[in-house]
């Protein structure tokens, strides 16, 4: 497990979905789990991401962005026949975990009243040495 605090950005591990928390349409490959997020996504408390990877070769990732993933990834770049959705190009922040074990960062949002009604998008991905294997990426909308 790898920890780490992020600033300004802030992020969570859930095991369900908030009102403030939800997937976005057209990410990851088929079959892809979701980034957990924990915590709510509020100014002032503490949120964390996790992501882990199938099989015991493949580096986790955690991508962090202020806009939507909008590239798609195609085969054979990417693991699945045919290609996969959306992956953001210019992630603002990354995490990169250990092979075989799970990502989990961490981080506290900043008591800031001017962050209420900012989004940021989360995405899960598995580096291998012949393909990526991206997860459904998540929008995070901080309230007060």
Not at 12 to 37: D, F, Y
Not at 103 to 116: G, I, K, N, Q, R
């Amino acid at each position: 497990m790898i920890r780490a605090l992020l600033f300004p950005a802030v992020l969570a591990l859930p095991s369900h979905l908030s009102a403030q928390v939800s997937q976005i349409p057209r990410t990851g490959c088929g079959g892809s789990a979701v980034v957990s997020v924990q915590g709510q996504p509020r100014i002032g408390q503490r949120l964390s991401f996790g992501w882990a990877c199938r099989g015991g070769t493949a580096l986790p990732v955690l991508l962090f962005e202020q806009a939507v993933p909008v590239a798609y990834v195609p085969a054979p770049l990417a693991c699945a026949v045919g290609g996969c959705g959306s992956i953001s190009l210019l992630p603002r922040l990354y995490a990169v975990g250990v092979a075989g074990q799970a990502l989990t960062v961490a981080v506290v949002l900043p008591p800031d009243p001017s962050l209420v009604g900012f989004t940021f998008h989360a995405q899960g991905a598995c580096v291998s040495r012949t393909c990526l294997d991206l997860g459904i990426g998540v929008a995070v909308r901080i309230m007060r």
